[in-house]
Nanobody, 115 residues
Framework: QVQLVESGGGLVQPGGSLRLSCAAS????????MGWYRQAPGKQRELVAG???????NYADSVKGRFTISRDSARNTVYLQMNSLKPEDTAVYYC?????????WGQGTQVTVSS
């Protein structure tokens, strides 16, 4: 079973930055794709950013130009750099990995944007 461990969440002021990390228990190239989702209270979980095995990326319209997904294959880790954070970015952020067995999820990390 794939293990995904997220880190890097916290409290940040509007306009600030955070970097989330997701460490996988196996090679990230074993996955069809990896990505970051978020879920705010009372809302459905939504895709924030995704990266295919080949390196193609996609972003939610609400984060384009502010968030960047990247990976480090040597560390089996995917990152989400979040800049110009807004209060509406407040949510629990989850790492996702998809392979032939299906979806795996991390435990989630809280991001709170508030002054």
């Amino acid at each position: 079973q794939v293990q995904l461990v997220e880190s890097g969440g916290g409290l940040v002021q509007p306009g600030g930055s955070l970097r989330l990390s997701c460490a996988a228990s196996e090679s990230i190239f074993s996955f069809y794709s990896m990505g970051w989702y978020r879920q705010a209270p009372g809302k459905q979980r939504e895709l924030v950013a995704g990266m295919s095995n080949g390196g193609n990326t996609n972003y939610a319209d609400s984060v384009k130009g502010r968030f960047t997904i990247s990976r480090d294959s040597a560390r089996n880790t995917v990152y989400l750099q979040m800049n110009s954070l807004k209060p509406e970015d407040t949510a629990v952020y989850y790492c996702n990995a998809r392979n032939y067995r299906g979806d795996s999820w991390g435990q989630g990390t809280q991001v709170t944007v508030s002054s």
